[in-house]
């Protein structure tokens, strides 16, 4: 089975910054896009950042600018760099891979169990 485990989240002060890393592993034969959302307390999970499989970005407006998100394959992980960090970025973040377990099989999307970021005032 496949599993993707989130980490650094955290505290930090507005203005602060946050790298989360989420790292894929188990039966893994290929992964395609990956990509972060948010869900902050009463709202509903959206979009944050992606990336393919080649390196195309792509990002929300509320974090154009703020936020870059990266991936290293050889390590089958997912990066997101969070700079200026605003209250209104406090939410639990998800990564989420497109991963084929096997040659013939379809391409699935898994999430990770999310991390905690929190931004104070």
């Known amino acids: 089975q496949v599993q993707l485990v989130e980490s650094g989240g955290g505290l930090v002060q507005a203005g602060g910054s946050l790298r989360l890393s989420c790292a894929a592993s188990g039966s893994i034969f290929s992964i395609n896009g990956m990509g972060w959302h948010r869900q902050a307390t009463g709202k509903q999970r959206e979009l944050v950042a992606t990336?393919?499989?080649?390196?195309?970005?792509n990002y929300a407006d509320s974090v154009k600018g703020r936020f870059t998100i990266s991936r290293d394959n050889a390590k089958n992980t997912v990066y997101l760099q969070m700079n200026s960090l605003k209250p209104e970025d406090t939410a639990v973040y998800y990564c989420?891979?497109?991963?084929?377990?096997?040659?013939?099989?379809?391409?699935?999307?898994?999430w990770g169990q999310g991390t905690q970021v929190t931004v104070s005032s």
């Open positions: 990336i393919s499989s080649g390196g195309s970005t």
């Open positions: 989420a891979a497109e991963i084929r377990t096997w040659r013939a099989g379809p391409r699935d999307v898994y």
